[in-house]
């Protein structure tokens, strides 16, 4: 499993489910007489929250709502770009690629639409190629984004800013630190007023910027740049939410790189609690997470619930992945490493040669031999 796109230590998968979207009748809150904006304040009031599938709800319900007004202007745009925005915190990336794609082909085909919501939309889908290992698409979308942003959003620094932090974790993620940390100081220079949307946006700078550092092996650095971030997240969007999941998860690399894990192990707890109350416990992310934790407390020496995490991580990820997902490949060899430390040779064996046949069926990771030492550290994420 590559080691980018994580929530918590290993790869964020789509979830499975979806909800339908040629519903019948529209939810009861959004009335006849409703307005169309107030609906979708509402709506990224939702998202805001971290309570991704209300707001997908609501915008969904704006949608029909528009189409059967055959309505294909503004609000319709507003609202696919909304749709997209809270499927892609889901990690439900084929839905919000679709509905990106169906936004920006209205923008292109109406030239009477103003056209400054276009280069946010291609901001987006270029995020989203990053996050799906399409980094040449991102590469395009995002210098267009950037092309169509210096020209149409002289007015709206904030949003050129959120433009240079995408471009910058796609430098970040393709291993090119200079031009990301000069894309992170872009996107700093272009936010002027001290509000809360402008702290937030800034304390998700300063969290790829500790990922720099993470990856230049400054962990002192790092933790000092990531701890005003959480502080910021918790302070103006509560405690518990998702947005703080990225955060916390490379603060455990820190300390994991430290050795100090307890800490670790702490922080990685908080993480966990977060990824079930958002995603529940029968998810992708929950069960990342868990594999995660798993791998802190196996260093901690305590196997027993190390294995418990990793048993539970398996089953989830198997379930809803399949038995022959490249994320079940990396959640085998990591516990077959664990049941080695308990002397369970036979089960860790049969877990490394099926890790090894999944391997050996995909065309993007490398033979078993050729992966990484156990007692190599996982790479940070960039903040999403």
């Not at 919000?96 to 209205?106: C, K, N, P």
């Not at 800013?161 to 291993?175: A, D, E, F, K, V």
């Not at 998700?204 to 990922?211: E, P, T």
Request: hydrophobic residues 40%.
């Amino acid at each position: 499993m590559g080691r980018t796109a994580r929530c918590a230590g290993f790869v964020a998968i789509l979830m499975s489910f979806t909800l339908a979207s040629n519903a019948s009748s529209m939810p009861a809150w959004v009335s006849e007489d409703s307005s169309i904006t107030s609906t979708l304040e509402f709506g990224r009031a939702e998202h805001e929250s971290g309570r991704y599938l209300q707001a997908e709800e609501i915008f969904r319900g704006v949608i029909l709502r528009l189409e059967n007004q055959k309505e294909r202007g503004p609000n319709l745009v507003m609202a696919l770009g909304s749709l997209a925005s809270a499927l892609l915190a889901q990690q439900r990336y084929e839905e919000s690629e679709q509905t990106l794609s169906r936004a920006i082909a209205i923008l292109r085909s109406e030239q009477t639409i103003n056209q400054r919501k276009l280069p946010v939309l291609l901001g987006a889908l270029g995020k989203l190629y990053q996050e799906t290992g399409r980094f040449q698409q991102a590469k395009g979308t995002l210098r267009e984004a950037l092309k169509l942003g210096n020209r149409l959003l002289t007015n709206s620094p904030d949003y050129l800013s959120g433009l240079h932090t995408i471009n910058g974790t796609l430098y970040l993620r393709t291993g090119d630190q200079k031009r990301a940390e000069s894309e992170f100081r872009k996107a700093l220079s272009l936010i002027q007023q001290d509000s809360r949307e402008n702290q937030l946006q800034r304390s998700q700078i300063m969290g790829n910027l500790a990922v720099l550092y993470f990856a230049q092996h400054k962990w002192g650095l790092a933790e000092k740049t990531l701890l005003p971030a959480l502080h910021d997240v918790e302070q103006w969007r509560g405690m518990d939410h998702p947005d703080l999941c990225v955060l916390l998860s490379n603060l455990a690399l820190v300390y994991f790189n430290l050795h100090d894990f307890a800490q670790a192990e702490k922080v990685l707890r908080r993480n966990l609690a977060i990824q079930r109350t958002v995603f529940g416990s029968e998810s992708v992310q929950t069960a990342a997470a868990s594999a995660y934790l798993a791998e802190v407390l196996e260093e901690r020496g305590n196997y027993v619930e190390a294995t418990q995490l990793f048993t539970e991580a398996l089953r989830v990820q198997e379930q809803i992945l399949g038995q022959r997902h490249t994320d079940v490949a990396t959640t085998l060899e990591r516990f077959a490493a664990l049941l080695r430390k308990t002397n369970e040779i036979a089960k860790s064996e049969q877990m490394e040669g099926r890790a090894a046949s999944i391997r050996l069926e995909t065309d993007y990771t490398v033979s078993i031999s050729k992966l990484p030492n156990r007692r190599d550290k996982p790479a940070a994420l960039p903040i999403r």
